[in-house]
């Protein structure tokens, strides 16, 4: 079987940066956007579109849809759900393929019969703040405004996460490792999961 | 400053022998039982009874006394509070003395201005109960005892915790690292810890 890392991350705490360093680091493929991507080839519908449902707003709401002729299928009508199907076949397959880290879409437990290395990556408000504002150097909102909205994404992922796995987002009980990147910067938390990775493969 | 890492753990987690080890890779002090010992004799009460109070009983109960004269003190009246304020003392001046790894008793809380590594040791019902299986092979309880016991052991942790430092146990905001030793065994956890400590200082 292959070996497979999961990584949940709160918005902001590196998380993403970190899934890319390992993956660098142990030479396993790593899949993120590329998902959305292909969730969106698979189902037709556009990539923003499914990343709103995936990310921020995960509801029945009205899809821009980009070839398939304006049908009452279940994609338009149950989007959320399609997209997780199609989400769960298209990370199975991955996961076949070869040793990889999968960062976020409820990976963890869609990849649960893989025995994955679950990982779930968080960071203090002000460090997550800091981090939006290194990204986006231009951002003009107020910390109490980036608060919030960071705050707002990861209600997102929660109930998202919820939904489909019956399970709560983010405790501990349901990862291997959390690691609070507030003090263990993205560079050494991804080297100590590489050492413990290759130290002796879970 | 002396690098510390405090370790807190729940009952049958292994936390305890993941300290030990971690002290000896990194050749750091190591400090459990012997904070115990210290509070005793310094408080001249009996080694059970501070145990009693650090791990079982946080409350206001009458002590075993050793040695000092039946004096109204609040050594006796108020021991939680008078063994607290030893154990900082206790805590403070070890950690002054050189590196060191301590397990348990707040030391996450009462060493933070040394600003230590936090770990926090967990792990799953069934592990738990394996593990202390595997410490008493004369344990006589059934699965279902033991997991109240232990359950019983962790709640006294957590209201002793809480009662002192005004945070939730285990909440995984207040630790750097929390590690799940069902997945993650005690030996591969130290020494993952380990690299991370010797390849660049917290």
Redesign the interface.
């Known amino acids: 079987m292959n070996h497979i890392i999961t990584i949940s991350r709160e918005f902001g705490s590196g998380g993403r940066e970190l899934g890319r360093r390992l993956a660098e680091k142990l030479g396993y493929a790593y899949y993120d956007r590329e998902i959305v991507e292909e969730i969106a080839a698979r189902s037709e519908l556009s990539v923003h579109y499914v990343n709103d449902i995936l990310e921020h707003k995960p509801a029945f709401s009205f899809p821009i849809h980009t070839g398939a002729s304006f049908l009452m299928t279940d994609a338009i009508w149950n989007p959320t759900q399609t997209i997780y199907s199609t989400q769960c076949d298209i990370l199975k397959e991955m996961a076949e393929k070869s040793d990889c880290v999968v960062v976020g879409r409820c990976s963890d437990h869609i990849l649960r019969n893989f025995d994955p ?2 990982v ?1 990556v ?1 960071a ?1 408000m002000p460090h997550r703040i800091e981090r939006c504002r290194e990204k986006q150097p231009d951002e003009q909102r107020t910390d109490r405004q980036l608060a919030r909205m960071i705050k707002n994404i990861d209600k997102h992922r929660a109930k998202y996460y919820e939904f489909f796995t019956d399970r709560k987002w ?1 405790d ?2 349901h ?6 990147t ?3 910067d993205v560079k ?1 938390a991804a ?2 999961l590489a ?2 990775v290759t ?2 493969k ?1």
Do not use: V
Request: with cysteine; glycine share 4%.
């Open positions: 290395l679950r779930f968080y203090q983010g501990k009980r990862y291997d490792i959390c690691i609070n507030s003090a263990i050494r080297d100590m050492h413990l130290s002796s879970k």
